[in-house]
């Protein structure tokens, strides 16, 4: 079984610009989470999306938003970059998105911004 | 609101010698509790996880942990390292009151174990 795919791997944008991120979850499962990975902030929670909706949220401006596909593909995009959004961005999958399941991660995307 | 302290940000070792990651939590709800490894240029992976029952659970790899509910706490240990356990570990708790908390994590800070020859 294929594990969770992120693309692209590396991202280089500038301040002001936008920015698409892209998650493939392991076949079967159908919620997707992401997670902003900083040095300084460590792993934090962005939001969750089951079934094309999202049902939960973390402590993120608007800028940040994200989407899931019938076919529980999922995207996140971060508009109006600031300096501060450079980060390993991952995304990770469970079949339910209970919070005693196991989550499975991608590799993540490692977003510079200039 | 649920927290997560890594007392230690990196711990060095020699290889085969025993090793603890300590791990504390502090949460309004009771909680599940994982132990998650990231090696470089990779996502993290689960290591253990404790739901309930006994409070000592245990990796296929050598790792357990102990869950005291006393000292809110979840310390990682292994009795011999390898060099291969070289690694960021992090601890993360998530919410098992029955919330919407779907997919959420509260991870530490990380513990980078670095072990040596």
């Given at each position: 079984k294929a594990g969770v795919t992120q693309t692209p791997r590396y991202l280089i944008k500038t301040r002001g610009q936008q920015v698409t991120l892209s998650c493939s979850p392991i076949s079967g499962h159908r919620s997707v989470s992401w997670y902003q990975q900083t040095p300084g902030q460590g792993l934090q929670f962005l939001f969750e999306y089951f079934s094309e909706t999202q049902r939960n949220k973390g402590n993120?401006?608007?800028r940040f938003s994200g989407r899931q596909f019938s076919n529980s593909r999922s995207e996140m995009n971060v508009s109006t970059l600031e300096l501060g959004d450079s980060a390993l961005y991952l995304c990770a999958s469970s079949y339910y998105g209970t919070t005693r399941e196991k989550l499975f991660f991608g590799s993540g995307t490692q977003l510079s911004v200039l | 609101a649920q927290s997560v302290t890594q007392l230690d940000s990196q711990v060095p070792v020699f290889e085969e010698a025993p090793v603890e990651l300590r791990c504390n939590y502090s949460s309004s709800v009771s909680v599940y509790l994982f132990w998650y490894v990231q090696y470089p240029n990779q996502g993290l992976q689960l290591l253990l996880k404790y739901?309930?029952?006994?409070?000592l659970v245990e990796s296929i790899n050598g790792f357990e942990a102990e869950f005291n509910k006393s000292q809110t706490s979840f310390h990682l240990r292994k009795p011999s390292v390898h060099i291969s356990d070289t690694a960021e570990y992090f601890c993360a708790v998530s919410d098992n009151?029955?919330?919407?908390?779907?997919?959420k994590l509260t991870f530490g800070q990380g513990t980078i174990l670095t072990v040596h020859p």
């Open positions: 993120f401006p608007g | 739901l309930s029952g006994s409070t009151a029955g919330g919407t908390s779907y997919g």
